[in-house]
Each structure stands twice: as structure tokens, then as C-alpha cells.
């Protein structure tokens, strides 16, 4: 009775794995691909699945200090790229909770203007008086500060992205970290771009700024050019800001977002990369 009960129970768990082997080879219902039945968990409005639409990258500069707008940011819909000040209160809080949102992390660095207030700077600025040594100390500080960054943008800058010196120990830094640089584009003369390319990074750069006019109204006009310039190049990465005027901005991101939502998918800087430029990080190991 026991030894009988214990073959069927045998029996019963080979029939078992050999249903498990036939389900593995021969898909019972090939109809419903995994693909299908995520869109219609995700996305159903999206009849072509998402891999078909327009990708949109926002980049959100100037966390770290506790700006305002700062939450509303952390709670919109979609996938951000949020760029972080390094060495300041909220660098390490930033940094974490847009990482546990999902969202990616960049280094937002500052960089010498050639025109501007100093002050606006903030800690651990490069500046076009210093070493490569002096740069390579900064950018790894800086780097070391944020956690999970998976590159680097520039804080202001329009004299350091147009020097070549600096851009390429910057970029150097970021080719031995398997990191890459997002030019700002706060210079149309910057060299960030032929650098990168020369190193083998990726060249990846700001399209539009989104608040650049400080209401909500602006921000969502420009976010119609985001979804037009995504349209003609396939994708768009565009800026916003937290600070003074980041709840308003923040705003206009939402609406924006509603009003284009179909046309585009939201991704973030490193899917970009990885997926639209086929570059994946190789860090050189010290
Ligand atoms: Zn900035």
C-alpha cells in the first residue's frame, strides 16, 4: 500500500515533468506572444506595441539642493533622466529615490560659462584655469558623490564644451567608467560631440529646453516640438529643470505628456543609448 502509493506519486511527478519538457518545446497558444500580452497590460490603447513609437528622452537638470518642483518631477508618469548636482543636501537623496523610481541618474556637472554668475556654479565646478589633473580629480569626485549615475551632463558650461583639453580628460574619465556624456547644449560651438565620437562613446545631446519661457503654457508648446522633432529623427531628448520655477515646469510636463503620450514612447537616456545607438559600456578595469 505504502510502496504503491509512493510509485504512483512517482508517476505522477514524471508525467509531470515530461508536460513541462512539451509545453517548453511546443507553445500552446503561439497567438499570445509574451509581447502581446505585456502591451495589453501596459499599453493597451497602443495597437502597434510600444517598439513602434517615437522615443522621447526627459531630461530633468538642477536636483540636489532640495529645489522646488522636486516632487512634482519624482511624480509624473514617465520615465525620467534626472541629472544631479554633486556635494550638495539632496545630491544623495535625489540621486536614490529617482533611482528607486526607476529613473535613470546623471552627474549634472558644473562647468565654467563663458558668460554668467560664478556663484550659480555651485560645488565642484570645472573650471578652464585647471590641470587635467585638477579636471580628472573633480570628475571622479563628483562621480564618486552620486550614486547610480550612468553618466555625465553639463551645468552650464558653454566655455568648457567648446575646449578641447578639458572635454577629452572629461571624456576619458567617462570612456574608463563605461559611462557617457550627454551634451547639454548650452554651446553650439561644443566639442563634446566629435570627442565622443572620436573615443568610440556615444555622441548624445539636448534637443530642445523645455522651459526656457517659465510657465506651464511654454513648457507645453515645447513639448508639441519634442513630439514633432521625435517624428523627423526618431527620437528627441529634451531638458527641464527643478528650481524657481520647477512646479510650473513640472506642470507642463504632465500635460504635455497626456496630449502626446500616443505618438511617443518615454524612455530614458541609457535605453536611447543602449537601444537606438547600439552602444553598451565596456569600463577599462584599473
Ligand atoms: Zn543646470
Redesign the pocket.
Known sequence: MKDSGKFKRYLLNWIAVVAVMISAIVPATPAVSAATSKDNVTNTQHKEGTSERNKVVIII??FGNGMKGTDEMFSLPVKLTV?V?PFLPTSVKDATRAHERGDDVLV?LPMEPRQGNPKWLGPGAILAKMSDEEVRQKVEAALDNVPYAIGINN??GSKITGDERIMAVILSVCKERGLFFVDSKTNYHSVAGKIAYRMGLPRVENHIFLDDTHTASHVVKQMGLVNNLAKDQRFCVTIG?VGVFGKETAAGIRSGVEQIKDSVEFIGISDLVKNEMKWSSQPKLP
Open positions: 537638470d538642477d541629472a548636482m549634472h551645468h552650464m529643470h
